[in-house]
């Protein structure tokens, strides 16, 4: 789209004579509030704290245009330059590879179109992104927000009680909880608090199964809330709620829309990998705002910050069911690879296989590989036929994984896949291949983590078999201890 600027208005033009694409004009004028102006409260709902495309609002061009007129509307710039170079203003993409060009129709140039966020729709130098201007919705809640019944245990206590003291005081907080503390429960206070408070939340996690998870649970404890659960394809995408669930990729759409923003999963954040969930991460919250982290497994930039008091943080260090930790076994088993070429597998990984099976125990066996995986499933089925292996392309993954927790499985063969978010209740975990680069230290807490879950089977084996000892394998190996002993030094575990 084309504009031209007259009176220090912007207005829409289908003339190429003195008009330009929205990214060619140096400011953007903004007309103040005209209080009397009567605006459309649906425009409002869809759009309070989102920034959308004009494809993605059902009105019509002139109506949008009528309330930036009067203020209450405005128009960003979808692609900015920074040093000259192009900056997707929504996904915060400025590597050139990801941009192209295409003959536009709209502005009638070669357009330039960042490609990285194109699947929610094209972003290119003449399209605006609209965002709300206006007053906000008060929401009207009854008197109890909160309707959950449950305990805490004196760990999570802890941790809820700061979590609600940082939400209220627009801080930053990482929750450090060991796998299976039993961490949801940890937010409902503070959510509570925040809502109360007229505050917009977000829960944001990286994956869509922990949504789906995540939404019938939020929705159970805080029933009279409007909670929308946003991930690709969901029916929720334009609902306004004071509460919102939502994969990380979907940040993307709001801007400045939260006053609490949860981040669930994220332990590399805010160092490492993925820039542009940083990026969405920061638009999407209020620059007044809360920021809470929760992971079990900070990566260890982050652990030298917590514990340099650099990064503030507050630990889970046991489980709901106070007792410890399953710590790693260390088993060298040479050189399996090259055992695997010729079909066959370590002897003492065989053995504690074997075991496992003579005494039904379930096992999880992890793989850094999917053919070195799909290679052992033959040779281990000769000692049981109830296996099956999994990755994350498999499309029976959930089935089998149901299989696992029907207990119709005896071994469950799997990649990183399953590294976090699955519960099987009484199992022992083995890796084989320990030493491989793709089990860092945080995916090996996770999976030491599956072992021991549950109250009624608080103990499993968890053993690393390994053709040489990693520094990963040495530090996840050393948190655990870690955590383990601080749960028993502040009570928290059955000694
Ligand atoms: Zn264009
Ligand atoms: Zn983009």
């Given at each position: 789209m084309r504009f031209e600027i007259k009176e220090n208005i912007l207005i829409p033009s289908l003339n190429k004579e003195n008009t330009l694409p929205i990214s060619q004009i140096q400011k953007i004028p903004q007309p103040p509030l005209n209080p009397a102006y009567p605006y459309n409260s649906d425009l409002q709902l869809l759009l309070t704290g989102k920034q959308l495309l004009l494809d993605d609002i059902p009105l019509p061009l002139n109506e949008i245009q009528s309330h930036y007129e009067n203020g209450y509307v405005t128009y960003r710039k979808g692609i900015n330059t920074s040093n000259k170079m192009p900056v997707c203003v929504r996904c915060g993409n400025k590597d050139p590879q990801w941009f192209g060009t295409f003959p536009c129709a709209r502005c009638g140039e070669n357009c330039l179109y960042c490609r990285k966020c194109l699947m929610m729709g094209r972003i290119s130098a003449c399209t605006p992104l609209i965002v709300w201007n206006g007053p906000?919705?008060?929401?009207?809640?009854?008197?109890?927000?909160?309707?959950?019944?449950?305990?805490?245990?004196?760990?999570?206590?802890?941790?809820?009680?700061?979590?609600?003291?940082?939400?209220?005081?627009?801080?930053?907080?990482?929750?450090?909880?060991?796998?299976?503390?039993?961490?949801?429960?940890v937010l409902f206070a503070g959510v509570?608090?925040?809502?109360?408070?007229?505050?917009?939340?977000?829960?944001?996690?990286?994956?869509?199964?922990?949504?789906?998870?995540?939404?019938?649970?939020?929705?159970?404890?805080?029933?009279?809330?409007?909670?929308?659960?946003?991930?690709?394809?969901?029916?929720?995408?334009?609902?306004?709620?004071?509460?919102?669930?939502?994969?990380?990729?979907?940040?993307?759409?709001?801007?400045?829309?939260?006053?609490?923003?949860?981040?669930?999963?994220?332990?590399?954040?805010?160092?490492?990998?993925?820039?542009?969930?940083?990026?969405?991460?920061?638009?999407?919250?209020?620059?007044?705002s809360s920021m809470i982290y929760l992971t079990?497994?900070?990566?260890?930039?982050?652990?030298?910050?917590?514990?340099?008091?650099?990064?503030?943080?507050?630990?889970?260090?046991?489980?709901?069911?106070?007792?410890?930790?399953?710590?790693?076994?260390?088993?060298?088993?040479?050189?399996?690879?090259?055992?695997?070429?010729?079909?066959?597998?370590?002897?003492?990984?065989?053995?504690?296989?074997?075991?496992?099976?003579?005494?039904?125990?379930?096992?999880?066996?992890?793989?850094?590989?999917?053919?070195?995986?799909?290679?052992?499933?033959?040779?281990?089925?000769?000692?049981t036929p109830y296996l099956k292996a999994v990755h994350a392309e498999d499309p029976d993954r959930k089935e089998k994984v149901q299989k696992m927790r029907n207990k119709e499985l005896a071994l469950l063969l799997t990649t990183t896949i399953l590294e976090r978010g699955v519960t099987f209740p009484n199992i022992d975990v083995a890796v084989l291949g320990a030493e491989d680069d793709i089990f860092s230290e945080s995916a090996l807490v996770q999976i030491a983590g599956r072992a021991g879950r549950s109250r009624d089977y608080p103990n499993g084996a968890v053993t690393f078999f390994h053709y040489g000892k990693t520094e990963a394998m040495t530090m996840a190996r050393k948190q655990i201890i870690t955590m383990n002993r601080e749960g028993v030094k502040r009570g928290l575990i059955h000694s």
């Open positions: 906000t919705q008060e929401h009207a809640f009854t008197k109890h927000i909160l309707e959950w019944n449950g305990q805490l245990s004196d760990g999570q206590q802890a941790a809820s009680s700061r979590v609600t003291e940082a939400i209220q005081q627009n801080q930053e907080l990482l929750v450090w909880a060991v796998c299976g503390a039993g961490k949801t429960e509570e608090a925040a809502l109360a408070a007229q505050k917009r939340v977000c829960i944001s996690t990286p994956r869509t199964d922990v949504v789906l998870e995540l939404t019938p649970r939020l929705k159970a404890a805080f029933p009279n809330i409007t909670v929308a659960s946003l991930y690709g394809g969901s029916e929720d995408r334009h609902l306004y709620a004071p509460l919102t669930i939502a994969t990380t990729h979907q940040l993307l759409r709001f801007y400045h829309a939260f006053d609490t923003l949860i981040l669930d999963e994220v332990d590399a954040f805010p160092y490492t990998v993925d820039e542009s969930l940083q990026y969405a991460a920061t638009q999407a919250r209020k620059p007044e079990a497994t900070p990566n260890p930039k982050w652990q030298r910050e917590c514990r340099t008091g650099k990064s503030d943080f507050v630990t889970i260090p046991a489980r709901f069911h106070r007792h410890p930790l399953p710590v790693p076994d260390f088993q060298w088993c040479g050189n399996w690879q090259k055992q695997l070429k010729k079909d066959s597998l370590p002897t003492n990984f065989l053995k504690w296989i074997r075991l496992r099976i003579q005494q039904q125990k379930q096992v999880l066996i992890f793989f850094p590989h999917i053919p070195l995986m799909e290679k052992a499933l033959p040779i281990l089925r000769k000692y």
